[in-house]
């Protein structure tokens, strides 16, 4: 390897780190979300940048050929998204809205694809496990600082549910959430730098879901120092479908990846009947504690179903978020109530209707199957996420969902891990 390939290479290293962390500062973090700023389309512009820098470079440097067969899968994939495009600017969503999603997915497919052809794949999911691992100890210090009640020294004004004022540590970790009741425990709940506690839960369980089950792990041990602070970090968010997710994600490592039959059959036995219980006990808690919360997601899956019924084929429009409101308790709608939704599926289901959903959802879904035996458990746990987050709108959305596409293009095998 020369020495310009090694200078080169030191720059697409120093790509993948900052497109993975503007991936996760666009993912509704206080600083997109403050009021009065344009910060979030920055980091829209910066992924959209790098991503193509990526593919640039990468394909410059190991001069990467395509097979015929893979640029028809690509274009296939693209002729989907932009039918949907299309639907949607025709049912009023707006350039914006419609072209975005098209957008993401292509210029984050193709770095996916020449990471892949560069024997680099498993390199962007090292650099978002490892991103979410400095932030998630980060999290856990200025946690417990909250817990104990140590005064906030700093404080923000953000646009998440309206306009408000959160206070935080140092300008770095934010209280944007209150407290919560988990395992009958009340607990200030952990945001690090995110607008809200459920929006965290889910990138720390996209970390640990690629971990256990994307990433080529060098230790030994089934749970490592990484999935015990991502777990640990998870409970700390206080949320309920990140815990379950958590849990989910332990059993499911210890039954498929056991080497002795008999024990994984006794394992999955046994760990089967202990999650079914945690997962009741959790929503039993959840539903003690906060009957409003609860009633609330519930009138968000029935107005869900209502509004994908208008236009069940190829939905409303992306952009059209709003087309739930009419069909929501009238309650929700008085001032000072939460009219907010709650249920990515759903809003996927009445934007893009079911042809977005298989775009979306169900053909990545079939990408993380080639990965390894055990990627689709992390597909599963990709749809459970999706169920109760909005993430419809996010970088992190597309960063996942074009991995799915990247590993159903490309025709050979994905290359070794290069650390």
Not at 230 to 249: P, Q, R
Not at 300 to 319: E, Q, R, Y
Not at 337 to 355: D, E, V
Request: proline share 1%; net charge positive.
């Amino acid at each position: 390897m020369g020495k310009q390939t090694i200078s080169w290479l030191r720059v697409i290293k120093a790509a993948e780190y900052l497109l993975v962390f503007m991936i996760v500062i666009n993912f509704r973090s206080v600083w997109v979300t403050t009021a009065g700023t344009s910060a979030e389309n920055a980091s829209y512009f910066l992924v959209i940048i790098l991503s193509t820098f990526l593919f640039a470079v990468n394909s410059f440097i190991y001069h990467q050929k395509w097979y015929k067969s893979e640029m028809v899968r690509f274009v296939l994939i693209t002729v989907l998204l932009l039918i949907s495009t299309l639907h949607s600017i025709i049912q009023g969503s707006g350039i914006e809205h419609s072209t975005a999603p098209i957008i993401f997915a292509i210029v984050l497919t193709l770095a996916w694809i020449t990471e892949y052809k560069s024997g680099r794949f498993f390199e962007l999911i090292n650099v978002f496990v490892k991103l979410m691992f400095v932030i998630t100890c980060a999290s856990l210090f200025f946690w417990m600082l909250s817990m104990l009640n140590v005064p906030t020294n700093s404080s923000i004004s953000i646009l998440w549910g309206g306009l408000r004022s959160i206070n935080g540590y140092f300008h770095i970790h934010y209280l944007a959430s209150g407290s919560n009741v988990i395992l009958g425990v009340n607990i200030v709940r952990n945001t690090a730098f995110f607008s809200e506690a459920p929006m965290y839960s889910f990138l720390i369980c996209i970390a640990l879901a690629m971990h256990l089950f994307l990433q080529q792990r060098s230790s030994s041990n089934l749970i490592d120092k990484r999935t015990i602070i991502f777990l640990i970090t998870i409970f700390t968010t206080a949320s309920t479908t990140g815990v379950i997710v958590g849990i989910i994600s332990v059993v499911a490592t210890i039954i498929f990846q056991s080497s002795n039959r008999v024990g994984r059959s006794m394992l999955m036995i046994v760990g089967l009947g202990i999650l079914v219980y945690i997962i009741i006990y959790l929503l039993e808690m959840k539903s003690e504690a906060n009957v409003w919360s609860v009633s609330t997601r519930m009138d968000d899956v029935l107005a869900g179903i209502a509004a994908w019924k208008i236009h069940p084929w190829f939905g409303s429009g992306l952009g059209n978020f709003r087309v739930y409101m009419q069909y929501i308790s009238q309650s929700r709608l008085l001032i000072g109530a939460n009219s907010g939704y709650s249920s990515g599926i759903f809003q996927i289901l009445f934007t893009g209707g079911i042809y977005y959903f298989v775009g979306i959802v169900i053909i990545p879904f079939l990408g993380f199957m080639k990965i390894n035996r055990n990627s689709y458990v992390f597909g599963i746990l990709f749809v459970i996420l999706l169920f109760n987050t909005i993430v419809d709108s996010t970088a992190l959305l597309f960063f996942v969902v074009s991995l799915g596409y990247s590993s159903l293009v490309v025709v050979k095998g994905f290359g070794k891990e290069v650390s």
